[in-house]
């Protein structure tokens, strides 16, 4: 009987093209804040993301349909699909709502308590997946840094505030709750473009009934810009990196991989400075140095 090799995929540290990929990931996903507010103006919040969902389930689709790739094989990971796209549009339906009564400030660092639920959630779900103590003092250190750069929020003493930061964190246990469903279920056997699929038609009508109920409505034809904001949130965001993203989830330890999202939100603090002309704090180079260390005390080999 051949030996086990040393990192299974749920264990497997993030080697050197596992790392570059995951930054290419967060720096389109830092970009995707700024191309969505860009498109607010034009495009509601709920529209957008059921717009994006939508659109890029079909493109999505004809991708499949194009490479031969099997979408409707018995392979058992059905419910596992509905529960992770459940899981999706939840998240995306509490971010959004929240950002109506916190700062995104706050958002952001409410939001970024995920990769903290998934280190936990895998403790139970995915026991060889466990932190050691130098790596949850990797994971503290790269959250130390976005408080960094973002700044330790003050109690909220507005009631509306209260329920917005709660908003928050309940998308952060949505998107470990996706997270962990990929890693732990039969999705994990499914291609990555079916487990996005089931994360898209899943979330589409829900996105969709929220812009509904919350009475929005495009009173223009939007511009040119928000146009552009939602093709790169649709093709390139949703249908690309999205996909990718779920395919190294299933290859490389999930912990791991949502310790590298940190990266994102700095990011997003970046790409405002250069499309949107706001401004950056000396602290940020602080910042970006603890997060990229705690990175390093994540990904080494335990």
Known sequence: MSEKPAHTSTTRPLDAAAAAVMVVLCLSWGFNQVAVKLALHDIPPFTQAALRSAMAAGLVALWCRLRGIPLFDRDGSLWGGVAAGAGFGVEFILIYQGLAFTTATRAVLFIYLAPFFVVLGARIF???????????????????????????????????????????????????????????????????????????????PMLTLAALLAGERMTHMPSAVALGSVVYQTVWVVSITFVIWFALVVRYSASRLSAFTFLTPLFGVAAGHLVLNEP????????????????VLVNRAK
């Open 126 to 204: 995915l026991p060889a997946d466990r932190f050691s103590a130098p790596q949850w003092l990797g994971l503290g250190l790269s959250f130390a840094g976005m408080l960094i750069a973002f700044g330790v929020p003050t109690p909220a003493l507005d009631p509306r505030q209260a329920l917005g930061d709660f908003m928050m964190v309940g998308g952060a246990l949505a998107w470990a709750f996706t997270t962990l469903v990929i890693k732990a279920s039969k999705l994990g056997r499914a291609s990555a473009e079916k487990v996005m699929l089931y994360q898209l038609v899943v979330s589409a």
């Open 280 to 295: 950056l704090t000396p602290a940020f180079a602080a910042a970006v140095a603890l997060v990229a260390g705690g990175l």
